[in-house]
């Protein structure tokens, strides 16, 4: 499959430091991949509903309403994974 053209373009002009700006926490990577699954809005698989809380300690988006949950790494490559996403993102110094 590849990566888009655009998305190429823009990793060819990242730097380790840039990539240490923009995702050298935990809590930016998280933000991070919540705007690449849900960059133009949240809603509800279920219901459709669009107001949600994320739950921290499971790291997941639960509908307002009907209380479905969605997995923030689910239909992502850290998805079954145990490494969290930080480890993805950027590279360990050691």
Request: proline share 4%; with cysteine; aromatic share 10%.
């Amino acid at each position: 499959m590849g990566c888009p053209k655009g998305l190429l373009e823009l990793l060819s002009d990242l730097t380790e430091a840039s990539l240490h700006e923009l995702y050298g926490t935990e809590e930016q990577c998280w933000h991070a991949l919540f705007q690449l699954r849900w960059g133009h809005g949240w809603s509800c698989a279920q219901c459709g509903h669009e107001r949600y809380a994320t739950l921290k300690c499971r790291r997941v988006v639960q509908c307002n309403q009907c209380k479905h949950q969605a997995s923030m790494t689910a239909g992502t490559i850290f998805e079954n994974s145990k490494i969290p996403p930080l480890y993805g993102f950027v590279r360990s110094p050691c």
